[in-house]
């Protein structure tokens, strides 16, 4: 080939790109069609919520575009063929993120403003008159989803599953009909999807990854740390399957939400502690320098918000929201004992701050500790919350990291931190993961961690033990009986040891 040939060749490739319909055709499309976002997902080798991000605006580009283009396309033409052979009008589609949702500045509403529910519309649901066994935790259950009784809301079921269960095999009622009775009509989707599948694929990952490496345990461990942020987003899909509410993974978001320049930082505070007690009591201490086992793993249970950040200004907080807030911090007089609440600052005035500091303002302020006044809020950046979003993922990092320290598995103890830590730190502005863009929540699950720390220096406060030190998310310096506040362990809800030292308090006059 001479070098006019490769020109021509180069100029051939390069063509405008394919034409998308906009985002809200993208999805009553979709739905019209009565495909789940997993099914388009997989047929376009990309994950559920990369699909959702495309249907709230985001345009994927490249050979991707054009398939997505070719499947609409093709959607397009089947739905109109088949309107004008039955001469009906498809389906009505449900509610999009696109349309108008409940402002900040509206009235109260049953449901949590700037949410939507969704219920697919091959999703079967009945309501029993007499409750009846969930299929999952055996308790009663008033919803029949798809043919069998369950609960739509995680918080109301009561089975976990451990590793042990997922090798247990189905009950019979948990089987799936037979086929001639779902002749005529698309496949149903479970509002529920089996609790050990997530934590399946953490174990069936791990045992990939010692195959392909020989056994290698140091290999394998750097290969699936490798690996861990697409893993991280694939089980983050399988633990949304079912889930009752769409996450808009590419929202728009305000100013003070954007880096500043490309190496700064946005303008929100996330109050992380950095203290040191001023002046310890006189005489000989032992300090025991505490490590708070998988803090940003219990921190992903936290209240996110879904949809796209609203504005809104003055003092009223609505606890069914969450986002950040322009706020003017309380005085706090407690610094000989206790951080301050929002961290080292040495600027006075208002600062922007999220979600976990402001509940964490205002739970001091309240008649149970006093400890301040309460925050000033001036102006939030909000959206409709809810608590549980993450919790299925969380459930499922956590059985699969405790198996693990149950078995001495040290390859899945690191992949599963490896996730949930690369998860929570690249879902802002990073160029590491581009299927969610949420540097929302990624602050707003940091704050979680620095706050549940703060949580445990007032506890160990409060039961005697003089605090000396509290630092980032994971390590807290007491002196005293520490095992009578604290469990011992490498479970979330227990510490270990890091460190013990000696220090002396001023003599004694």
Sequence with gaps: MNDFDAIDSLLASVTPETDLPEARVRRELREQARLSKVQVARALGVSASTVAAWETGRDPAGETRTRYA???????????????????????????????LPSAESGPTDAPRGVTEVIDVDEDVETLATPQPCVLCGEPAGLRVAGFPQHLDPADCGRVAT???????????????PQAARQGRPPTRRAHQPADEPVGLVGTAVRTALEEHGGDVAAATAALVKKAIPDAMALLDATRKGGRYDVIAHPWMPDVLKKQTSRGA?????????????????????????????????????????????????FAHDRRRAGVHLITPPHWDHDDVLPNPIGQRDEPGPLWVTEPTLRLLQRLSGPKHGLCEPPEIHESYTSGATEGLLEKFRIALKDARDTAITEGDEVTLEYVKAMYSKFVSTMGESNYNRELYRPDWMHLIRSQAFANLWMKALKAHDEGLTVVRAMGTDELHVIGDWRGVFPEGRGVTEVKVKDVYGVDGPARD
């Design 163 to 177: 590793a042990p269960e997922a090798a247990a095999p189905a009950p019979a009622d948990r089987r799936a009909r």
């Design 70 to 100: 070719y499947l609409l396309e093709g959607l397009a033409a089947k739905l109109a063929a088949s309107e004008e052979a039955s001469g009906t009008v498809p389906d009505e589609p449900g509610p999009t993120e696109d349309e108008p």
């Design 266 to 314: 946005d303008q929100v505070w996330e109050a992380r502690p950095k203290w040191t007690r001023a002046e310890l009591p006189p005489g000989e201490h032992e300090v025991t320098a505490l490590d708070i086992n998988g803090a940003y793993l219990s921190a992903l249970k936290t209240h996110l918000p879904l949809g796209q950040l609203e504005h809104s200004t003055g």
